[in-house]
């Protein structure tokens, strides 16, 4: 089943009197790109938490938050003053250098990098449990909500595939159509012209023009990609770079259709085609 690379999960845990929370975001991406944002007390985790995802995740691009409540009135938030006033008087010396300079309240001062210092006190070792369970149960919803989107992703592509199989066929059930019309076409250029030709020279010049017209190779390598794309959907696994590459050669195959076209019906299919191919691939893009 494929999945889509968007998605959202949130996780809330219980331990050692603290609540974990964990919010996992994620949106396409041609590779797996991870941002993980970890109180400082748990930077030790980081690792862990980078390899679960990395075996959880094939592509997108995440963004892995964990934060931690202290439930309760009897919650502490702590500051460094030692980095507080450090910051103060950089400020008012920055500040003096400049005319006009842009007032700075104390929670601008509490949100500066290591001045808050709520997790000075956490165990690592006695939250890594709580921590790595919640991040697997995120997971879990992530992956979830991805194959549901995934599985709507399908859906599409099976419809824009069910058209594109039409458009082949109405194309082959032209053939002999377009190949009577040039030929009467050519029979009316030689009559205008008030020219003789023989019969077997005007089958021989119809040869030539059907096979300069003859689009069979790029049919039977549309239907070829049609039947790839319908058995690449139903792998368990990521798909999407697979898929990308026969967007590209849909839309090769279907510009050739139209460079071949002397008739505006066939134009008119491989016009069609190339926007199925650009609805397909923008669906694609999306996909892990």
């Not at 959202?8 to 845990?13: G, L, V």
């Not at 919010?23 to 938490?49: G, K, S």
């Not at 794309?229 to 839309?251: A, C, H, K, S, Y």
């Amino acid at each position: 089943m494929i999945a889509s690379m968007t998605g959202f999960a949130r996780q809330d845990t219980e331990a050692e009197g603290q609540s974990l929370v964990w919010e996992l975001r994620t949106v396409n991406h041609r590779y797996l790109e991870l941002r993980i944002q970890l109180p400082d007390a748990l930077r030790a985790l980081e690792t862990e938490v980078r390899a679960l995802l990395q075996q959880s995740l094939g592509r997108g691009k995440v963004d892995a938050v964990l934060r931690l409540e202290s439930p309760g009135e009897e919650a502490v938030v702590r500051f460094d003053p030692v980095r507080a006033k450090a910051l103060i008087t950089t400020i008012r010396e920055i500040d003096q250098m400049m005319v006009n300079g842009a007032r700075v309240s104390a929670l601008d001062i509490l949100t500066w990098p290591g001045i808050l210092q709520r997790d000075m006190a956490l165990d690592a070792d006695a939250l890594r449990p709580a921590v790595l369970s919640g991040l697997e149960g995120a997971v879990a919803d992530l992956r979830a909500m991805r194959a549901a989107e995934g599985e709507v992703l399908r859906q599409t592509l099976e419809t824009r595939l069910d058209a594109y199989s039409e458009r082949v066929r109405q194309l082959r059930d032209r053939r002999a159509a377009i190949l009577e019309e040039q030929r009467e076409r050519l029979r009316t250029r030689i009559a205008e012209l008030d020219l003789t030709l023989d019969p077997q020279r005007l089958e021989q010049e119809v040869a030539l023009l059907a096979q300069r017209l003859d689009v069979d190779e790029e049919l039977d390598r549309l239907d070829g990609h049609i039947a790839a794309t319908r058995e690449i959907l139903d792998r368990d696994e990521p798909v999407g770079r697979r898929l990308d590459f026969l967007m590209q050669e849909f839309n090769r195959e279907a510009n050739t259709l139209g460079s071949k076209s002397h008739d505006l019906e066939t134009t008119r299919v491989a016009m069609e085609m190339k926007v199925l191919t650009e609805q397909m691939r923008e669906q694609v893009q999306n996909i892990e």
